[in-house]
Nanobody
Framework: QVQLVESGGGLVQAGGSLRLSCAASEGPFSSYNIAWFRQAPGKEREFVANMAWTGDTTDYVDSVKGRFTISRDNAKNTLYLQMNSLKVEDTAVYYC??????????????WGQGTQVTVSS
């Protein structure tokens, strides 16, 4: 079974940047739609961004538009989330997801274990 392994989380000051990575253990990764979600303490899991398997269509939640960028490297079976101008409210556990579509978490079949992102003021 395909596994997704995340890395890149950590502690950063407000205004800083982080890049999250999510590596798939096997393919066909290039045929998967991919996504990032996040979950803050006491809150439901929230859609952050997704990218179609073709790589030509992306979608972002309004709160991260212009600050976050989703991307993929099919040769490495890896997806990324570049996060710039981080805000305290971006603090959450971030999850990568694949083999699904849209903004609803239940539509994705594959999930990473989550990586903590903490933004300090």
């Amino acid at each position: 079974q395909v596994q997704l392994v995340e890395s890149g989380g950590g502690l950063v000051q407000a205004g800083g940047s982080l890049r999250l990575s999510c590596a798939a253990s096997e393919g066909p990764f290039s045929s998967y739609n991919i996504a990032w979600f996040r979950q803050a303490p006491g809150k439901e899991r929230e859609f952050v961004a997704n990218m179609a398997w073709t790589g030509d269509t992306t979608d972002y939640v309004d709160s991260v538009k212009g600050r976050f960028t989703i991307s993929r490297d099919n040769a490495k079976n890896t997806l990324y989330l570049q996060m710039n101008s981080l805000k305290v409210e971006d603090t959450a556990v971030y999850y990568c997801a694949a083999r699904g579509f849209g903004r609803s978490a239940h539509r994705y079949q594959l999930w990473g274990q989550g990586t903590q992102v903490t933004v300090s003021s």
